[in-house]
């Protein structure tokens, strides 16, 4: 199993992300106008703006571990195949050995993404939204 196919991992490393994104935004623009940003546009858009703090942290950690785990179960699928027959055997072997290589693959995708998503969420908190 590895280290993303279990919910802890990626929610801890999703919480580093949104801490570092919140310190690093307090860092730039001061505490009262770090607290300022939730009040924009208007202050009536508060509860708004504190939501997608909880779900832009939900988000990373549900995207990393959905698509990682996805793939385990796929390939735990395909290695049921092979106790099937004797004669489905070789053919789980390929098409695990296909899968395992596409797995590697999505692992470096899913990797990128949060790269990028976490890059774009501390870019907006040291930045502003308009910038």
Same mark, same amino acid.
């Given at each position: 199993? !590895?280290e ?14 949104t801490i #570092?994104?919140?310190v690093e !935004?307090? +860092? /730039?623009? $001061?505490?009262? !106008?770090?607290? /300022? $940003?939730?009040?924009? &546009?208007? &202050?009536?858009?508060? &509860?708004k ?9 939900? @988000?990373?950690?549900? +995207?990393l571990? !959905?698509?990682?785990y @996805?793939?385990?179960?796929?390939t @735990?699928? #395909? ?10 055997? &070789?053919?789980a072997?390929v ?14 995708i899913?990797?990128y993404?949060?790269?990028?998503? @976490?890059?774009s969420?501390i870019?907006k /908190? ?6």
């Amino acid at each position: 199993m !590895g280290e993303t196919e279990n919910y802890g991992e990626t929610f801890t490393l999703s919480l580093f992300i949104t801490i #570092i994104f919140h310190v690093e !935004g307090v +860092r /730039k623009k $001061g505490v009262s !106008g770090y607290l /300022k $940003g939730f009040l924009e &546009p208007y &202050p009536a858009m508060l &509860p708004k703006n504190l939501l997608e703090e909880v779900t832009n942290l939900a @988000s990373l950690a549900l +995207r990393l571990f !959905g698509n990682i785990y @996805s793939g385990a179960v796929v390939t @735990s699928l #395909i290695l049921q195949l092979a106790h099937l027959s004797i004669f489905t055997g &070789p053919i789980a072997f390929v098409h695990n050995m296909v899968w395992v290589a596409f797995s590697v693959f999505i692992g470096f995708i899913q990797a990128y993404v949060f790269i990028i998503l @976490s890059s774009s969420h501390i870019g907006k /908190k040291v930045n502003g939204e308009g910038e």
